[in-house]
């Protein structure tokens, strides 16, 4: 299990804060914000505590729709990107490396959908972060 991170709930993240906590890879981090604001309009973002994990998460959104959720790890971030399970031969006929396809498919089904997840280490995982954002916003 990672240590926790962002675990006050008074104090509120910022990007400088978050920056300061995943190192290299906030050039990722911005990587992906500018792909996501580039490539779609009517994105907003969300940063809330959440007391069952006794951290801050966020959180963005193309009007109500959740595009991706981000929790802050020490040295990195995790990007989780929920799917529909009916999406489930759009995601296996995708871009994405197999590992990746084969852990969708061994995830847990949580409100009739599963979850892939990157904890961003390389900037190799960019690529796949943007297959994701554009099966998100496409399906």
Known sequence: MEPKVLSDETIVPNEELVFSIIGENALIWKQTMSYLYDNNSDITEVWRYYNDGKSWLFRTLQK???????????????????????????????ELPEDMKEEYLKSKIFNKSRCIYIDVKDPKDFENIKILIDLKINN
């Open 64 to 94: 109500k729709k959740t595009i991706f959720w981000i929790s802050i790890l020490e040295d990195t971030f995790r990007i989780a990107f929920y799917f529909a399970n009916r999406l489930e031969l759009i995601i296996l006929d995708s």
